[in-house]
């Protein structure tokens, strides 16, 4: 009797090695990687093993890791002088910025020469765009309608010259706008690789496809087709200020009647109408910021006062029902709201007695 219990313990924890020991399925093992917090977490688990490694470097699975965790904050990069600033403890991004700022060729001293003609117009995860006006005419840079453009990622100094517009869209460009405060055409490009001009009877935009390696026709919408039978003798105000959230871009007008909106996966253009309570205000400041649940949020910050007051939008409809006040967030200190990313909204503190001048990032993910 003694040696058969015996030999049932031995069974049971024969079977109890052989549950231990079963191998986790990589379904299972993708789901708890995904919920890792930060990316650095991903490469501790790749240097564990190699069957880590390989499931980690699948790009199906770095583009799921990246749709659900947005990219760290590392700084901000000066358009005119390329001077980077790596973000500052406590920030938890503080480390990551400061391997960044070392490793990075934030002088761009690897794109074709002169390095110093060339300036910086949009920067995404990673990436820059950046201009130069055809046969490096400086002078002149504000007032070209089509210039160079380049496309790089200043940390593994790689980039890539986009080919010129080619001609049979060039002409379907009339009389851009030009801004009556500095006398610059109303040309813009921003990442992924779409080139806007407000014209004096239409709005004109194309995208570059790096699949294909050509420019093609996004939008070519009238201004009366967009306000509704607005006469085309009449001209609306310039639209400014890009901001952009959940694959949209919004630019508003001077007087905030109205938000031009370019929906990057319909690749049409629309008018929508902001919160009622600012249209028809002047010198307001705005900052449209992901407020999650595929909802835009919006910051406004009435002039000459030290608070945020703080919209979200129900939907993706258009009319100013659909923005509902959520809070005012107040500050020790006057500020500008200068851009935003994500949820991620960026002001440039005045000078004050708790903080010194400088730049500030508020997450929007904020209590209502």
């Given at each position: 009797m003694g040696?058969?219990?015996e030999?049932?313990?031995?069974?049971?924890v024969?079977?109890?090695?052989?549950?231990?020991?079963?191998p986790i399925?990589?379904?299972?093992?993708?789901?708890?990687?995904?919920r890792l917090?930060?990316?650095?977490?991903?490469?501790?688990?790749?240097?564990?093993?190699?069957s880590?490694?390989?499931?980690?470097?699948?790009?199906s699975?770095?583009r799921?890791?990246?749709?659900?965790h947005?990219?760290?904050l590392?700084?901000?990069?000066?358009?005119d002088?390329?001077v980077?600033?790596?973000?500052?403890?406590p920030?938890?991004?503080a480390?990551e910025?400061?391997?960044?700022?070392?490793a990075a060729?934030?002088?761009?001293?690897?794109?074709?020469?002169?390095?110093?003609?060339?300036?910086?117009?949009?920067?995404?995860?990673g990436?820059?765009l950046?201009?130069?006006?055809?046969?490096?005419?400086?002078?002149?840079r504000y007032?070209?309608?089509?210039?160079?453009?380049v496309?790089?990622?200043?940390?593994?100094?790689?980039?890539i010259?986009?080919?010129?517009?080619?001609?049979?869209?060039?002409?379907t460009v009339?009389?851009?706008?030009?801004?009556?405060?500095h006398?610059h055409?109303?040309?813009?490009?921003?990442?992924?690789?779409?080139?806007?001009a407000q014209?004096?009877?239409?709005?004109?935009a194309?995208?570059?496809s790096s699949?294909?390696?050509?420019?093609?026709?996004?939008?070519?919408?009238s201004?009366s087709?967009?306000f509704?039978?607005?006469?085309?003798s009449?001209?609306w105000?310039?639209?400014?200020?890009?901001?952009?959230?959940?694959?949209c871009?919004y630019?508003?007008?001077?007087s905030?009647?109205?938000?031009l909106?370019?929906?990057?996966?319909?690749?049409?253009?629309?008018i929508s109408?902001p919160?009622h309570?600012i249209?028809?205000?002047?010198?307001?400041?705005?900052a449209i910021?992901?407020?999650?649940?595929?909802?835009?949020?919006?910051?406004?910050?009435?002039?000459?006062?030290?608070?945020?007051?703080?919209?979200?939008?129900?939907?993706?409809g258009?009319?100013?029902?659909?923005?509902?006040?959520?809070k005012t967030?107040?500050l020790d200190?006057?500020?500008?709201?200068?851009?935003?990313?994500?949820?991620h909204?960026?002001?440039?503190?005045?000078?004050?007695?708790?903080?010194?001048?400088?730049?500030l990032?508020?997450?929007?993910d904020?209590?209502?």
């Open positions: 040696g058969g219990a030999d049932e313990r031995q069974i049971l024969h079977r109890r090695h052989e549950l231990t020991s079963l399925p990589d379904e299972l093992t993708l789901d708890i990687f995904l917090p930060i990316p650095a977490d991903l490469v501790r688990a790749s240097a564990a093993c190699v880590f490694r390989r499931l980690i470097a699948d790009r699975f770095l799921r890791f990246r749709n659900l947005a990219p760290p590392l700084g901000f990069l000066e358009q002088t390329k980077f600033h790596p973000v500052a403890s920030h938890p991004s480390p910025a400061r391997a960044a700022a070392l060729d934030f002088s761009f001293s690897f794109l074709p020469g002169p390095a110093r003609d060339w300036l910086v117009k949009d920067m995404r995860d990436r820059v950046l201009d130069r006006p055809p046969e490096h005419d400086i002078d002149n007032k070209v309608v089509f210039s160079e453009l496309v790089c990622d200043p940390l593994h100094r790689r980039y010259l986009l080919p010129l517009i080619p001609a049979h869209l060039a002409t009339e009389h851009p706008i030009r801004s009556a405060a006398n055409r109303c040309c813009e490009t921003f990442l992924s690789v779409i080139w806007m014209c004096r009877t239409k709005l004109v194309f995208v570059f699949s294909t390696g050509q420019w093609c026709a996004i939008s070519s919408q201004w087709d967009l509704a039978g607005l006469p085309s009449i001209r105000p310039l639209f400014f200020g890009r901001h952009c959230a959940y694959g871009f630019w508003v007008n001077s905030m009647e109205k938000l909106v370019l929906d990057t996966r319909r690749m049409e253009f629309s109408e919160p309570e249209k028809g205000l002047l010198n307001e400041d705005i910021v992901e407020a999650g649940e595929g909802r835009p949020g919006m910051f406004v910050g009435p002039e000459n006062t030290n608070h945020l007051n703080y919209y979200v939008r129900r939907n993706n258009g009319s100013s029902s659909h923005w509902r006040f959520v967030v107040p200190f006057e500020c500008l709201l200068m851009d935003s990313r994500g949820r909204l960026f002001l440039f503190k005045c000078e004050s007695s708790s903080l010194d001048v400088g730049l990032s508020l997450d929007a904020i209590p209502s």
